[in-house]
């Protein structure tokens, strides 16, 4: 069955230490990635995607994920955590062109000041 | 821009009553769909439609039923409300079959008493 694995449930970083988010899937193929942020009672945010090409990629709010296709992951990082970055984040496979998205189950990132 | 509009945001209903979920997009994009929101399951597919007057079964369809009469509204139905569908649900839209990403509605929570 093809999944989206986030193992942390949560993750805690002081503020101005780097962050990592991991994800990885099991998507038969080439997947498009993405990563979405949600804000307390808001609906979810694209932060950045993956489609072909560097396996770093850039998005919103500094945020950068690392794509690496040997161990299937797809990992959000970002250099300096911010306390405003605290939220819950989805990493979210597509499939192929044209398909929904398949989500992981969430990570809350808490950013301690 | 007001993007994907989900109404009513709050709803309380009783066992076996029946209500309609609206989402309503303003961006002329073609595919839209219904996502339900559970504390750590991630976001579930319910329905989702590829144009209007099209509509398709998602990962988690029973007890819910959708239609797509206009472009740019798709509406989410529950016949007879259970417990089982407290939950928030998500409307997403996106341009088309291409890998652009999903835009999000705020949500609505329903509560099923």
């Known amino acids: 069955a093809q999944s989206v694995a986030q193992p942390e449930d949560q993750v805690n970083v002081a503020e101005g230490n780097p962050l990592t988010v991991k994800c990885t899937y099991s998507v038969s193929g080439n997947p498009y990635l993405f990563w979405y942020v949600q804000y307390p009672n808001r609906g979810l945010q694209f932060l950045l995607k993956?489609?072909?090409?560097?396996?770093l990629v850039k998005g919103s709010y500094g945020f950068e994920a690392e794509f690496n296709k040997s161990q299937t992951s797809f990992h959000l990082k970002k250099p300096s955590a911010l306390v405003s970055d605290s939220a819950l984040y989805f990493c979210a496979v597509m499939r192929q062109a044209g398909t929904a998205l398949i989500f992981g189950k969430g990570t809350t990132l808490s950013v301690s000041s | 821009n007001a993007g994907v509009t989900q109404t009513p945001k709050f709803r309380v209903l009783k066992t076996g009553q029946s209500m309609t979920l609206l989402c309503a997009q303003d961006m002329n994009h073609e595919y839209m769909y219904w996502y339900r929101q559970d504390p750590g399951m991630g976001l579930r597919l319910i329905h989702y439609?590829?144009?209007?007057?099209?509509?398709a079964k998602g990962e988690v369809p029973d007890g819910y039923n959708v239609s797509r009469l206009k472009k740019q509204n798709f509406l989410l139905g529950l016949e007879s409300a259970a417990p089982s569908q407290t939950s928030v649900y998500f409307c997403?839209?996106?341009?088309?079959?291409?890998?652009?990403?999903?835009?999000f509605g705020d949500g609505t929570r329903l509560s099923i008493l």
């Open positions: 439609s590829v144009g209007e007057g099209t509509t």
């Open positions: 997403a839209s996106r341009k088309d079959s291409s890998n652009q990403p999903q835009h």
């Open positions: 993956y489609i072909t090409g560097d396996n």
